[in-house]
């Protein structure tokens, strides 16, 4: 596959997967709330894909290396917001919303995890359904 094919499967992507997050932030995230609920569920959400991706490639290597573009890179990049985490973490901090701050570090950090993870054991389980 040539650079400028990679280049647009990660800009389709991107363009998705940005899309997704905001709508994410819109569906989830109330004016006045204290917590970024949308950013939180679109980092795990995000990581609960790339963990599909990552099993299927290194079980059976289905995916085209064109739609593992598309969706790890692209989609998934454009879809999970650290840098929106860290803009937010810190805006908590400043203002003194250390429960917040807490809850919303750990919350990412390790249902991101464990998103991943079931991300793989779905793929585990299709397969063993299939067979």
Not at 29 to 51: D, E, K, R, Y
Not at 54 to 69: E, F, G, K, N
Request: aromatic share 12%; charged share 5%; net charge neutral.
């Amino acid at each position: 596959m040539n650079g400028l094919l990679s280049c647009t499967w990660v800009g389709l992507g991107g363009l998705l997967g940005s899309l997704c997050r905001y709508g994410f932030t819109l569906w989830l995230s109330a004016p006045a709330a204290a917590m970024p609920w949308g950013t939180l569920a679109s980092n795990l959400a995000g990581c609960f894909v790339i963990g599909l991706v990552s099993q299927l490639v290194a079980d059976a290597d289905i995916l085209s290396p064109a739609t593992r573009l598309f969706l790890a890179t692209g989609f998934c990049g454009g879809f999970t917001t650290l840098s929106s985490l860290i803009y937010e973490l810190v805006q908590m901090v400043k203002t003194g919303e250390w429960l917040y701050a807490l809850i919303y570090l750990n919350g990412t950090f390790f249902g991101a995890v464990l998103a991943f993870l079931a991300g793989m054991g779905c793929i585990g389980l299709i397969r063993s359904w299939c067979h």
